[in-house]
């Protein structure tokens, strides 16, 4: 259900501040922002997570006045993104706001304990989020949201994917076997082997 921006502006508030919903979480990115569009689409950096709805955070959501997505091969239930844009990201990782201001997104457990930054929320973790919303006027106007705290009651914990394709073999070719003088790179042109190297990554 979308909502006017008179009708949005009528909402007192403490309304507009503080608003929860509970679900599944998808994709969430709350310890650090998601960076992936800024190179590709110029995008801004942004905490985020899709929360898959029931009938009862459906009705929320449209009260609300939030896009609800489709269920998907990806996200198999309904949902919504809430999110929260950094303006920028400072060399220690801190993420500002426009007021340069840092920001972050609070995670807690059942009995209000933060996580650690090292203990990453999964794919099908449960819980609630707590946002704000403002209107924002782009492409036709809408309601946007401002992320600022999740609670994790069922957790999921997010595992990098382990590389299984390489296994260890002690009687074959080992680093250590080598000497100086047969390192392929030579070492008084240290450009043209940093120029190599860099080739790995290149667009």
Not at 62 to 79: N, V
């Amino acid at each position: 259900m979308s909502k006017s921006q008179a009708e949005f502006n009528a909402l007192p508030e403490n309304v507009r501040l503080a608003r929860v919903l509970s679900g599944t979480f998808y994709y969430p990115s709350v310890h650090a922002p998601n960076t992936s569009g800024v190179k590709l689409f110029g995008s801004s950096p942004v905490f985020t997570v899709k929360v898959g709805l029931d009938a009862t955070n459906k009705k929320i959501a449209e009260e609300i006045g939030l896009t609800i997505k489709p269920a998907s091969e990806a996200i198999p239930e309904e949902h919504v993104e809430v999110k929260r844009k950094v303006d920028r990201i400072g060399e220690d990782g801190t993420s500002y706001n426009k007021q340069n201001k840092a920001i972050s997104v609070e995670v807690v457990d059942s009995m209000q304990n933060k996580f650690p930054k090292t203990l990453l929320v999964g794919n099908g973790s449960k819980g609630s989020v707590k946002f704000a919303t403002y209107w924002y006027d782009n492409n036709g106007g809408g309601v946007g949201t401002s992320l600022y705290k999740m609670q994790v009651t069922s957790l999921v914990e997010f595992e990098h994917a382990k590389d299984d394709d390489f296994v260890t073999d002690d009687t074959g070719f080992s680093i250590s076997d080598v000497v100086a003088d047969d390192v392929p790179f030579d070492m008084d042109t240290p450009k043209e082997a940093q120029a190599v190297g860099a080739s790995l990554f290149d667009d």
